[in-house]
């Protein structure tokens, strides 16, 4: 099939290429997503814990949900370019992310990692289908 879609490398700004021309991957580190749970986890403690009249939790208000850790970004570099270490990220290769079938599949395929809610892969591919994406963008 053929290419419908461009990954660009954060780190130069030009397109991921297949295999041997200019390879590289969309990753998400471990170590980052490591530290957003444990981030999460105490964030939940201070600003979720049941009231002491066992009423439930509060009300949680803007200013406390501007405190909320954000998710762990997504990136794309060339492997010359930057490329973290494969024991440190998660990596899909870019020539296994070529068309929007493949962005589907990879989606389904993610769905079933516990900490994809802790990434921002829906804006990934949310910002990739309105056209306004720096990461994935359609060829042409």
């Keep these: 099939m053929d290419r419908e879609l461009n990954i660009i490398c954060q780190a130069c700004s030009k397109p991921l290429g ?6 590289g991957n969309l990753w998400v580190s471990h170590a980052e997503l490591a530290t957003r ?24 208000g803007f200013r406390t949900m501007a405190s909320h850790p954000e998710r ?5 570099t060339h492997e010359a370019c930057d490329s973290p270490a494969d024991a440190d990220a998660y990596t899909i290769a870019s020539r296994r992310v070529r068309t929007w079938l493949d962005v589907v599949k990879w989606t389904s395929h993610l769905m079933g990692k516990t900490w ?20 994935i963008q359609p060829v042409g």
């Design 18 to 23: 297949d295999d041997e021309h200019n390879p």
């Design 37 to 60: 749970r444990a981030a999460l986890a105490e964030w939940e403690r201070e600003h979720l814990a049941p009231a002491a009249d066992g009423s439930g939790p509060p009300m949680v």
């Design 72 to 76: 762990v970004r997504w990136r794309a």
């Design 116 to 135: 994809i809610n802790d990434t921002n892969w829906s804006t990934v591919i949310g910002e990739a289908a309105e056209g306004r994406s720096n990461l």
